[in-house]
């Protein structure tokens, strides 16, 4: 089966920047879509970013636009997320998830998930 493990949280003051990546391993018989997931403690998941097997970013996070990036290595299976200008809000568990159609879904549907990497946003 195919392993997501992320890295590249922590803590960071309000306005810093973090760099999350996550390395997909396993089984990859064929292209997937790749993004990121957060939730926040009581909270409803949400959809921050995916980019599927062309290389096509989707962003489902309004309040993210301009500040998050997602780019992906495929040389090395890898998928970041650079997030700049970083508020208390944006403080969540975010998790790697992966759609083995290669198309980024419309509903936070995923075949696979991470374990996630806490991104807390405080002063």
């Known amino acids: 089966q195919l392993r997501l493990v992320e890295s590249g949280g922590g803590l960071v003051q309000p306005g810093g920047s973090l760099k999350l990546s996550c390395a997909a391993s396993?089984?990859?018989?064929?292209?997937?879509?790749i993004g990121w997931v957060r939730q926040a403690p009581g909270k409803e998941r949400e959809g921050v970013s995916c980019?599927?097997?062309?290389?096509?970013?989707?962003n489902y996070l309004d309040s993210v636009k301009g500040r998050f990036t997602i780019s992906r290595d495929n040389a090395n299976n890898t998928v970041y997320l650079q997030m700049n200008s970083l508020t208390p809000e944006d403080t969540a568990v975010y998790y790697c998830v992966v759609d083995t159609t290669g198309l980024c879904p419309e509903e936070i549907i995923f075949d696979y998930w991470g374990q996630g990497t806490q991104v807390t946003v405080s002063s």
């Open positions: 396993g089984s990859t018989s064929g292209y997937y879509a």
């Open positions: 980019i599927n097997i062309m290389g096509r970013s989707t």
